[in-house]
């Protein structure tokens, strides 16, 4: 990237009210200092106790999300992924992008969608059932119990948004995008 090009994506980035942008590699410690970076800027800009538990709640599911899902074989045995926090109309958003394996992608979609058309009530109601079902032990891919996309969902003061965009000529993995809107 030249300077130009950098500049422009430094104007862009401000007009769009990022706050924190990280792409690269995901590790626990990564996350760790990722973390505390977003607390200080959430507390620097005075966000409200609960709002800003939302939006940080919101950041680790995603940061987590790309930890132990992001696919590694599509980058060398690394977990590369990208996450941002922005303020944009009275609202946080909170957004990320990792590869995923093509076989999760209709996965992901069947957790993702039922969400979208969810009211929040709906949601925290899953969420509790999630909790005391114990049937996602046969899950082997997830990790968490399916709790993370609830979470971020339950968070959320609009629908979450996701999408999935394949690679023309690469059947092996395409690129998840997330949306989270606090």
């Known amino acids: 990237m030249n300077l130009s090009n950098f500049n422009e994506f430094c104007n ?6 990022v706050l924190f942008y990280y ?4 590790s626990s410690n990564v996350i760790g200092t ?16 609960k709002h800003g538990r ?3 709640s919101t950041f680790m599911e995603m940061a987590q999300n790309i930890l132990h899902y992001a696919d590694d074989s599509a980058t060398a045995g690394r977990r590369i992924g990208a996450l941002a926090v922005g ?8 957004l990320c992008g990792n590869p995923v394996r093509i ?14 058309s969810m ?23 997830s990790k968490g119990a399916g709790l993370g996309f609830l979470t971020m969902a339950r968070e959320a003061s609009e629908p979450i948004d996701y999408q999935i965009i394949h690679h023309a000529g690469d059947s092996t993995y395409a690129e998840f995008y997330l949306r989270a809107v606090i």
Not at 107 to 114: N, V
Not at 119 to 141: F, G, P, S, V
Request: hydrophobic content about 30%; aromatic content about 6%; glycine content about 6%.
């Open 12 to 17: 862009r980035a401000a007009s769009q009210g």
């Open 23 to 26: 792409t690269g590699e995901f």
């Open 34 to 49: 990722l973390s505390d970076t977003v607390r200080e800027r959430l507390e620097a800009l005075g966000t409200p106790n």
């Open 54 to 56: 939302k939006v940080f």
């Open 87 to 94: 303020h944009e109309d009275g609202k946080f958003y909170v």
């Open 103 to 116: 076989d999760h992608v209709e996965r992901l979609r069947a957790k993702l969608e039922p969400l979208r």
């Open 119 to 141: 009211t929040l009530d709906e949601i925290k109601a899953a969420y509790r059932e999630q909790l005391r079902n114990e049937t996602h032990a046969e899950d082997t891919l």
